[in-house]
Protein backbone atom coordinates (compact mmCIF):
# COMPACT_ATOMS: atom_id res chain seq x y z
CA UNK A 1 0.00 0.00 0.00
CA UNK A 2 1.33 3.77 -1.06
CA UNK A 3 2.16 5.83 1.83
CA UNK A 4 -0.06 9.12 2.25
CA UNK A 5 1.10 12.53 2.95
CA UNK A 6 -0.92 11.92 6.22
CA UNK A 7 1.01 8.58 7.12
CA UNK A 8 4.58 10.36 6.70
CA UNK A 9 3.60 12.80 8.97
CA UNK A 10 2.57 10.47 11.89
CA UNK A 11 5.09 8.51 11.29
CA UNK A 12 7.33 11.76 11.84
CA UNK A 13 5.64 12.95 14.51
CA UNK A 14 5.81 9.51 16.46
CA UNK A 15 9.54 9.45 16.38
CA UNK A 16 11.51 9.32 19.42
CA UNK A 17 13.40 12.21 20.27
CA UNK A 18 16.55 11.41 17.71
CA UNK A 19 20.10 11.32 19.35
CA UNK A 20 22.96 11.58 16.37
CA UNK A 21 23.14 7.85 16.50
CA UNK A 22 19.84 7.13 16.21
CA UNK A 23 19.19 9.86 13.01
CA UNK A 24 19.15 7.01 10.83
CA UNK A 25 15.80 5.46 12.27
CA UNK A 26 13.61 7.50 9.93
CA UNK A 27 15.24 6.10 6.85
CA UNK A 28 12.29 4.20 6.17
CA UNK A 29 10.11 6.68 6.22
CA UNK A 30 12.09 9.27 4.44
CA UNK A 31 16.32 8.28 4.01
CA UNK A 32 18.39 11.55 4.81
CA UNK A 33 20.16 12.76 1.53
CA UNK A 34 24.07 11.86 2.27
CA UNK A 35 24.69 15.78 0.83
CA UNK A 36 22.44 17.32 3.41
CA UNK A 37 24.67 18.64 6.10
CA UNK A 38 25.09 17.03 9.06
CA UNK A 39 25.09 18.37 12.46
CA UNK A 40 27.22 15.34 14.21
CA UNK A 41 29.88 16.60 12.11
CA UNK A 42 30.67 20.04 14.62
CA UNK A 43 30.51 22.55 12.04
CA UNK A 44 27.87 21.64 9.29
CA UNK A 45 25.59 24.25 9.59
CA UNK A 46 22.51 24.83 6.91
CA UNK A 47 23.95 27.16 4.14
CA UNK A 48 22.54 30.59 4.13
CA UNK A 49 20.62 32.00 0.99
CA UNK A 50 19.25 35.64 0.32
CA UNK A 51 15.64 36.19 1.00
CA UNK A 52 14.81 37.13 -2.42
CA UNK A 53 13.06 40.34 -3.10
CA UNK A 54 9.56 38.93 -1.70
CA UNK A 55 9.72 38.50 1.86
CA UNK A 56 7.39 40.06 3.99
CA UNK A 57 7.43 40.44 8.02
CA UNK A 58 4.84 39.52 10.26
CA UNK A 59 3.41 36.72 9.00
CA UNK A 60 0.30 34.84 10.79
CA UNK A 61 0.88 31.57 12.99
CA UNK A 62 -0.24 29.23 10.47
CA UNK A 63 1.26 25.31 9.33
CA UNK A 64 -1.95 24.51 7.12
CA UNK A 65 -1.26 26.55 3.79
CA UNK A 66 -2.32 25.00 1.48
CA UNK A 67 -6.65 26.39 1.50
CA UNK A 68 -5.01 29.66 0.11
CA UNK A 69 -4.15 27.58 -2.97
CA UNK A 70 -6.83 24.83 -3.68
CA UNK A 71 -5.98 24.01 -7.36
CA UNK A 72 -2.21 23.47 -5.82
CA UNK A 73 -0.15 19.84 -5.71
CA UNK A 74 0.02 19.38 -2.34
CA UNK A 75 2.93 18.61 -0.28
CA UNK A 76 4.34 18.61 3.46
CA UNK A 77 7.47 19.82 4.27
CA UNK A 78 8.55 18.52 7.66
CA UNK A 79 12.15 18.71 9.26
CA UNK A 80 13.81 19.18 12.88
CA UNK A 81 15.35 22.67 13.59
CA UNK A 82 18.75 21.12 15.63
CA UNK A 83 22.20 22.42 16.95
CA UNK A 84 25.22 21.48 15.47
CA UNK A 85 25.43 18.62 17.86
CA UNK A 86 21.83 16.90 17.73
CA UNK A 87 20.54 18.43 20.20
CA UNK A 88 16.57 19.42 19.42
CA UNK A 89 15.86 23.36 19.93
CA UNK A 90 11.86 23.60 20.76
CA UNK A 91 11.03 26.75 20.57
CA UNK A 92 12.79 27.91 17.21
CA UNK A 93 10.99 30.30 15.11
CA UNK A 94 10.19 28.52 11.43
CA UNK A 95 8.81 30.83 8.44
CA UNK A 96 8.02 29.94 4.96
CA UNK A 97 7.07 31.41 2.11
CA UNK A 98 6.91 30.37 -1.82
CA UNK A 99 5.18 31.14 -5.04
CA UNK A 100 2.31 30.07 -6.33
CA UNK A 101 0.89 27.28 -8.46
CA UNK A 102 1.66 29.85 -11.59
CA UNK A 103 4.75 31.14 -10.54
CA UNK A 104 3.23 34.56 -8.13
CA UNK A 105 4.09 35.62 -4.70
CA UNK A 106 1.44 37.19 -2.75
CA UNK A 107 2.28 40.87 -2.04
CA UNK A 108 -1.10 42.58 -0.77
CA UNK A 109 -1.90 39.64 1.91
CA UNK A 110 -0.24 36.17 3.28
CA UNK A 111 -1.58 33.98 1.42
CA UNK A 112 1.40 30.77 1.24
CA UNK A 113 3.15 32.70 3.90
CA UNK A 114 3.26 31.52 7.78
CA UNK A 115 5.37 30.58 10.44
CA UNK A 116 5.39 28.18 13.46
CA UNK A 117 7.74 27.37 16.50
CA UNK A 118 9.18 23.74 16.75
CA UNK A 119 7.70 21.71 19.34
CA UNK A 120 9.30 20.23 22.20
CA UNK A 121 11.68 17.91 19.89
CA UNK A 122 12.69 20.40 17.42
CA UNK A 123 9.89 19.27 15.29
CA UNK A 124 8.28 21.72 12.41
CA UNK A 125 5.89 20.99 9.08
CA UNK A 126 3.96 22.86 6.78
CA UNK A 127 1.22 21.85 4.72
CA UNK A 128 1.46 23.39 1.80
CA UNK A 129 1.40 23.52 -2.35
CA UNK A 130 4.45 22.52 -4.52
CA UNK A 131 5.39 25.54 -5.83
CA UNK A 132 5.79 26.51 -9.56
CA UNK A 133 9.00 27.61 -11.39
CA UNK A 134 8.88 31.02 -12.95
CA UNK A 135 11.33 33.14 -14.57
CA UNK A 136 15.11 32.72 -13.91
CA UNK A 137 14.77 30.17 -10.89
CA UNK A 138 14.17 26.42 -9.86
CA UNK A 139 11.51 25.40 -7.84
CA UNK A 140 11.96 26.44 -4.01
CA UNK A 141 10.69 27.37 -0.82
CA UNK A 142 11.52 30.23 1.30
CA UNK A 143 12.53 29.98 4.79
CA UNK A 144 13.92 31.51 7.87
CA UNK A 145 15.23 29.92 11.20
CA UNK A 146 15.82 31.49 14.39
CA UNK A 147 16.57 29.36 17.30
CA UNK A 148 15.78 30.86 20.91
CA UNK A 149 17.85 33.73 21.53
CA UNK A 150 20.16 33.38 18.30
CA UNK A 151 20.71 35.10 14.96
CA UNK A 152 18.14 34.18 11.74
CA UNK A 153 19.12 31.68 9.23
CA UNK A 154 17.78 32.64 5.79
CA UNK A 155 17.90 30.03 3.35
CA UNK A 156 15.97 28.39 0.50
CA UNK A 157 15.05 24.65 -0.03
CA UNK A 158 15.03 23.14 -3.31
CA UNK A 159 13.34 20.06 -4.86
CA UNK A 160 15.52 17.10 -6.27
CA UNK A 161 15.74 16.39 -9.48
CA UNK A 162 14.53 19.75 -10.85
CA UNK A 163 16.06 20.91 -14.56
CA UNK A 164 16.41 24.28 -13.44
CA UNK A 165 18.72 23.13 -10.65
CA UNK A 166 22.25 22.98 -12.57
CA UNK A 167 21.39 26.75 -14.00
CA UNK A 168 20.11 28.83 -11.07
CA UNK A 169 23.07 30.84 -8.91
CA UNK A 170 22.14 30.55 -5.34
CA UNK A 171 21.04 26.31 -5.82
CA UNK A 172 23.46 24.33 -3.58
CA UNK A 173 22.54 20.17 -3.32
CA UNK A 174 23.30 20.63 0.47
CA UNK A 175 19.37 22.38 0.61
CA UNK A 176 17.87 19.82 -1.35
CA UNK A 177 14.56 18.46 0.20
CA UNK A 178 14.26 14.79 0.54
CA UNK A 179 11.01 13.79 -1.11
CA UNK A 180 8.80 11.12 -1.13
CA UNK A 181 5.96 10.74 -3.49
CA UNK A 182 2.95 9.54 -2.05
CA UNK A 183 -0.86 8.52 -3.08
CA UNK A 184 -2.33 12.56 -2.21
CA UNK A 185 0.78 14.72 -2.89
CA UNK A 186 4.55 14.77 -1.78
CA UNK A 187 6.37 14.87 1.72
CA UNK A 188 9.64 16.59 1.63
CA UNK A 189 11.59 16.35 4.89
CA UNK A 190 15.37 18.83 5.80
CA UNK A 191 16.62 19.46 8.85
CA UNK A 192 17.82 22.82 9.91
CA UNK A 193 21.30 22.89 11.91
CA UNK A 194 21.37 26.42 13.53
Known amino acids: MRSTRRSLLTAFLSLPLLE ?7 AQVAPELPLTRACDDGDGLTLEREAGPFFKPNTPLNRDLF ?7 RITVAG ?18 H ?16 HQFADAQGRWWFHT ?6 PGRTRHFHFKVQRPGGSVLTTQLYFPGEPGNAGDRIFH ?3 LLDM ?15
Not at 67 to 73: D, H, I, T, V
Not at 82 to 97: A, K, Q, T
Not at 129 to 134: E, F, G, H
Open 99 to 114: ADENGKYDQDGFRLRG
Open 20 to 26: AANRSAF
Open 129 to 134: ITPALY
Open 173 to 175: DSL
Open 67 to 73: PGSPGGE
Open 80 to 97: FVVDNRCHPLPGSLVEIW
Open 180 to 194: QDTGDGFFGRFDFVV
